[in-house]
């Protein structure tokens, strides 16, 4: 089945200790979204990549950072977590302006 | 600017029972509506959805319809089951964003008890 995947599910780090987290996807979609949902809220929005552009967020803190090397796969890089960024991470895709389809997110703990 | 107002959970049903989660919007334009659903330590998964007014989008028992004249895009389910049990997430699409960006509610939560 075509899916959208993220590793690893839980991901804990220290503080400060920079961590990747990583998003792939078999539905050759051309758009890929990545967001940060805190216990009891809304997704919220850090970047996004149309194809090869990238697309930051107004207000997504300059610690957070996204690559994406090929159409299948991205990845969030945060140089130096902090606690407040313990949330789940979750990895969407779209084709064009169509629904996103959204991965099964990343668990981040900093300790 | 575009908004999405959903009701405040928990809402706590008991099984069979009927379900409604009211959603409304303010939004520039005609914008696409979804419901997506969320279940415990899972990603979201897109429910139903409509693109237009009047539209009505269903999915495994729940529906809602597109009615533009009241901004609103109200989820229901007719007889719920335990299994239904999630955060549900109204959410918009501004057609004329290209990047498809979605504007989400705060997000519902049901508990549907035995």
């Known amino acids: 089945d075509a899916m959208v995947i993220q590793n690893p599910r839980y991901q804990v780090t220290q503080f400060g200790k920079p961590v990747t987290l990583s998003c792939s996807q078999t539905?050759?979609?051309?758009?890929m979204y990545w967001y940060q949902q805190k216990s009891s809220q809304a997704p919220k929005l850090l970047f996004h990549?149309?194809?090869?552009?990238?697309?930051n967020e107004a207000d997504t803190p300059d610690n957070f950072q996204s690559r994406r090397p090929n159409t299948s796969f991205c990845f969030l890089d945060i140089r130096s977590p902090g606690l407040g960024d313990a949330a789940m991470y979750l990895c969407?895709?779209?084709?064009?302006?169509?629904?996103?389809?959204f991965g099964p997110g990343t668990r981040l703990t900093v300790l | 600017g575009n908004s999405v107002t959903q009701m405040e959970g928990p809402v706590t049903l008991s099984e069979e029972a009927f379900l409604t989660i009211n959603c409304t919007y303010t939004?520039?334009?005609?914008?696409?509506l979804f419901w997506y659903v969320q279940y415990p330590g899972e990603g979201l998964q897109l429910l139903l959805k409509?693109?237009?007014?009047?539209d009505k989008g269903s999915n495994k028992g729940f529906e809602a319809t597109y009615r533009k004249e009241t901004t609103s895009f109200h989820l229901e389910k007719g007889s719920v089951q335990v299994s239904d049990s999630a955060v549900y997430f109204c959410?918009?699409?501004?057609?004329?964003?290209?990047?498809?960006?979605?504007?989400f509610g705060a997000g519902t939560q049901v508990v549907v008890t035995p």
């Open positions: 969407a895709t779209s084709r064009q302006q169509r629904e996103q389809f």
């Open positions: 539905l050759n979609h051309n758009v």
């Open positions: 990549y149309y194809d090869k552009d990238f697309n």
């Open positions: 939004a520039t334009g005609y914008p696409s």
């Open positions: 409509a693109t237009k007014a009047d």
């Open positions: 959410a918009l699409r501004i057609p004329t964003d290209s990047w498809g960006k979605l504007q």
